[in-house]
């Protein structure tokens, strides 16, 4: 089983930057993939960026040339710088892992969630 807390999150002005962080405490048997998914007042929760084992990544075509995701730390920790916040990046941001427990069965685990809030 892994724990998965995020960090980071706060009050910035449009054009702003603000660098998230997630903590892994245990681990899964094996990582298939991370990523940051967030979640607006009445919306249902959205991809933002995710990172496969192998290192391919993918984003929403809204966050697109303004945030990144990386990982360090034998895939323990994970980031994701947001710059040029729009205030519709304005949301409840929550880390996430999908993996193996064991040798057959994949679940996806999720952080209690950071907020992130961009005023124009």
């Known amino acids: 089983q892994v724990q998965l807390v995020e960090s980071g999150g706060g009050l910035v002005q449009a054009g702003g930057s603000l660098r998230l962080s997630c903590t892994a405490s245990g681990s899964l048997f094996r990582v298939v993939a991370m990523g940051w998914y967030r979640q607006a007042p009445g919306k249902e929760r959205e991809l933002v960026a995710t990172?496969?084992?192998?290192?391919?990544?993918n984003y929403a075509d809204s966050v697109k040339g303004r945030f990144t995701i990386s990982t360090d730390n034998g895939k323990t920790l994970m980031y994701l710088q947001m710059n040029s916040l729009k205030p519709e990046d304005t949301a409840i941001y929550y880390c996430?892992?999908?993996?193996?427990?064991?040798?057959?069965?994949?679940?996806?685990?999720w952080g209690q969630g950071t907020q992130v809030t961009v005023s124009s």
């Open positions: 990172v496969t084992s192998g290192g391919s990544t």
């Open positions: 996430n892992q999908r993996g193996y427990s064991d040798y057959t069965s994949w679940d996806d685990y």
